[in-house]
């Protein structure tokens, strides 16, 4: 049993259509952070996400985080070929004293999405 | 050179070879990760250093051997491999605990 669950694992679309990724888990994190990763290269920080409710926009990209804190989605406005690529959520659990992370991040699956001129 | 850096890019290797993979970060960073990224699972942790203390060994095989000899540079020594241990190898850095963690572009090993 995965411990961050990513929905949907592909995604196939054309340009200008509108997109949404999932991460979701029964556990509560202390932060979540998005990644994209692009083949033969390694996961690029996109956002991190630290309050329940919080949203934050990068451009066409929007990222929720759940009043929870169990749950994240990320959404895409009229996607380009150039957002094809590897979306990976990382949850911190944060456990320790006084909630000092370890550093531990565990990763969903990923969604790869490839967007299609 | 800035952020994390990778050697070798690419590694193929029998299972009876000694190799080892360097990483290396100019962030001023005090934490480096190791990660193993296999086909259809997700990002595994393997090791966790924190001021080149090894803070973490996330159940990894003996045939694995981390090595850190400052904060800037990390190895992953490896030896007698299996096929199955054949993956992407990312390295990472963190500025302590912080966990925001910059990945450098890793190393795709192959095990014969």
């Known amino acids: 049993t995965q411990l961050l669950e990513q929905s949907p694992q592909f995604l196939s679309i054309q340009e200008g259509e509108n997109l949404t990724v999932y991460c979701n888990s029964s556990s509560v994190f202390s932060s979540l952070q998005w990644y994209r990763q692009e083949p033969g290269e390694g996961p690029v920080l996109l956002v991190t996400?630290?309050?329940?409710?919080e949203v934050k926009k990068l451009k066409r990209l929007t990222f929720q985080f759940g009043d929870a804190r169990k749950d994240s989605s990320l959404h895409i406005t009229a996607a380009q070929p150039g957002d094809t690529g590897l979306y990976l959520c990382?949850?911190?659990?944060?456990?320790?004293?006084?909630?000092?992370?370890?550093?531990?991040?565990?990763f969903g699956q990923g969604t790869i999405l490839t967007v299609h001129p | 050179e800035t952020g994390v850096t990778q050697t070798p890019r690419h590694l193929v290797m029998g299972m009876t070879n000694k190799k080892s993979l360097k990483c290396e970060q100019h962030l001023g960073h005090n934490a480096m990760y190791w990660y193993k990224q296999s086909a259809k699972k997700p990002l595994e942790l393997m090791f966790v250093y924190n001021f080149k203390e090894q803070t973490e060994n996330n159940s990894v095989p003996s045939r694995f051997s981390p090595e850190c000899p400052n904060s800037s540079h990390l190895f992953l020594h490896l030896h007698t491999l299996q096929p199955e241990d054949s993956a992407l190898y990312l390295c990472a850095s963190s500025y302590r605990f912080n966990n925001e963690q910059f990945f450098g572009p890793g190393t795709r090993l192959t095990v014969l």
């Open positions: 990382a949850g911190d659990l944060g456990l320790g004293a006084g909630g000092t992370s370890y550093g531990k991040l565990t």
């Open positions: 996400v630290v309050t329940g409710g």
